[in-house]
C-alpha cells in the first residue's frame, strides 16, 4: 500500500470546507436570488404599478397645495385638504350632472362604431379589397374591449374604481407628511448614499410636479374645449368625446390617436361636412395642446424625446396593460432624472480623481 502524506492532502468537492464548494455555492445563490427577484417583480407588478401612480397622485395633490400657497399663506394640512375637497367635488359634481348621459352615449358610441366599421367594410370590398366587413368588425371590437376600461371609467367605472380609491388614498397619505416617508426610505441606505437620495428625491419632486400640471392643464383643454367645439358644430356624443378626449390626453400620443379616430368617426356618422368639421376641431385642439400647452408647461420639466415616450408607451402597454401605459411618461421621467443626477455625480468624482 501507498504510504500517504496527510499534509498534502486536499478537500474535494464534496467537502462542505472546499474553495470550489463555496465559490459554486455563491454562484448558485445569486442566480437564485436573481430568478426570484425576476419572478417577485412579475407576481407583485400590478401592487407596484399602483404605488408609483400614488407617487404620481401624490406630486399633484402637493402641486396643488403648493401652488395655494402661493396666493394662500396658511398651513400646509389646510392647503393639502382644499386641494382634496376640490378634486372629490369636481368628480363627484361630474358624476351627477353627466353620468347617466354618458352612459347612455357610451353605448351608442360603441354601436356606432362598429357601424361605421362595418360600412367601411363594405365599401372596401366594392373596390376590391380582401378584407370583409365582419373582419373589420372584429377589430373595431378588439379596439373597444383594449379600452374598456377606459369607457367603464367614463360611463360605470367598473373595473378601476378601487384602484383608483387606494392609489388616492395611499397619495393622501403620502402628500400629508412627505418628510417622514422620504427619510424612511434614506434611513434604509449606506450613509453616504443618503446625500443623493435626497438630491435625486426632490428633482423627481419637481420634475413630476411640472409634468403633471402640463398633462392636467392639457387634459382640461383638449377636454373642454373638445366638448364644446364638437357641440357648437352639431356632433353627436359632444359630451362623451370630450370627457373621452380629456381622459386620453393623459396618454400622450396614443391618447390623441385614439380620441382623434372616435371622433371622426362619430363626426362623418352625421355627415360629410359634420366630419370635416370635426376633423378641423380634433386638428386645433391637438396644436393648441402640442404647440402652445406641452412646450410651454411639461417640456421644460423633462426633454423627452416623443419617439423614446412612444416607444415607452408601447412596451409598458404591452407588458403591464392599460396602467402601465399611463404610467410610462412618469416612470421614463423618474428614470431620466436618476440618470442624470447619476452621470453628474460620476463626473464630479472623475473631475476630483488625482489619478486623472
Not at 353627466?98 to 358610441?109: I, M, R, V
Not at 417622514?180 to 428633482?203: D, H, Q
Not at 423627452?304 to 416612470?331: E, N, R, S, T
Request: glycine share 12%.
Amino acid at each position: 500500500m501507498t504510504k500517504r502524506n496527510p499534509a498534502l492532502e486536499q478537500p474535494g468537492p464534496s467537502e462542505p470546507r472546499s474553495e470550489l464548494v463555496h465559490k459554486e455555492f455563491q454562484r448558485a445563490m445569486v442566480w437564485l436570488g436573481v430568478v426570484t427577484a425576476a419572478g417577485l417583480f412579475v407576481l407583485l407588478i400590478q401592487p407596484i404599478l399602483l404605488i408609483i401612480g400614488a407617487i404620481v397622485l401624490m406630486t399633484m395633490i402637493d402641486g396643488g397645495a403648493r401652488l395655494l400657497g402661493r396666493v394662500l399663506p396658511i398651513p400646509r394640512g389646510w392647503r393639502l385638504a382644499i386641494v382634496i375637497l376640490c378634486v372629490l367635488g369636481f368628480m363627484g359634481w361630474t358624476v351627477y350632472l353627466t353620468g347617466s348621459e354618458l352612459a347612455g352615449q357610451a353605448q351608442a358610441l360603441r354601436a356606432l362604431v362598429e357601424a361605421q366599421i362595418a360600412r367601411v367594410g363594405g365599401l372596401a370590398s366594392q373596390f376590391g379589397i380582401t378584407a370583409t366587413p365582419e373582419d373589420l368588425k372584429s377589430v373595431g371590437q378588439q379596439i373597444f374591449s383594449s379600452l374598456g376600461r377606459v369607457t367603464a371609467a367614463v360611463s360605470t367605472a367598473v373595473g378601476v374604481v378601487t384602484s383608483a380609491v387606494m392609489m388616492l388614498i395611499l397619495a393622501i397619505f403620502i402628500a400629508a407628511e412627505p418628510a417622514n416617508y422620504e427619510r424612511g426610505m434614506a434611513w434604509m441606505l449606506p450613509m453616504n448614499k443618503r446625500e443623493t437620495f435626497y438630491r435625486v428625491s426632490t428633482k423627481i419632486g419637481w420634475t413630476l410636479r411640472r409634468l403633471m400640471a402640463g398633462r392636467l392643464v392639457g387634459m382640461a383643454v383638449e377636454g373642454f374645449g373638445t366638448w364644446i367645439l364638437l357641440m357648437l358644430g352639431g356632433v353627436p356624443m359632444a359630451a362623451l368625446l370630450g370627457v373621452l378626449t380629456g381622459i386620453l390626453a393623459f396618454l400622450p400620443n396614443i391618447g390623441s390617436i385614439i380620441s382623434g379616430v372616435l371622433i371622426i368617426i362619430v363626426g362623418f356618422s352625421s355627415g360629410v361636412d359634420t366630419g370635416l368639421y370635426a376633423v378641423g376641431v380634433y386638428l386645433a385642439v391637438q396644436m393648441i395642446d402640442g404647440y402652445l400647452i406641452v412646450p410651454m408647461v411639461a417640456r421644460r420639466a423633462v426633454d423627452l424625446a416623443p419617439a423614446l415616450v412612444l416607444g415607452a408607451q408601447i412596451l409598458f402597454g404591452a407588458l403591464f396593460g392599460i396602467l402601465g401605459l399611463a404610467l410610462a411618461d412618469p416612470i421614463l421621467a423618474m428614470i431620466k432624472v436618476y440618470l442624470e443626477e447619476r452621470s453628474r455625480e460620476n463626473g464630479a468624482a472623475l473631475a476630483d480623481d488625482p489619478a486623472n
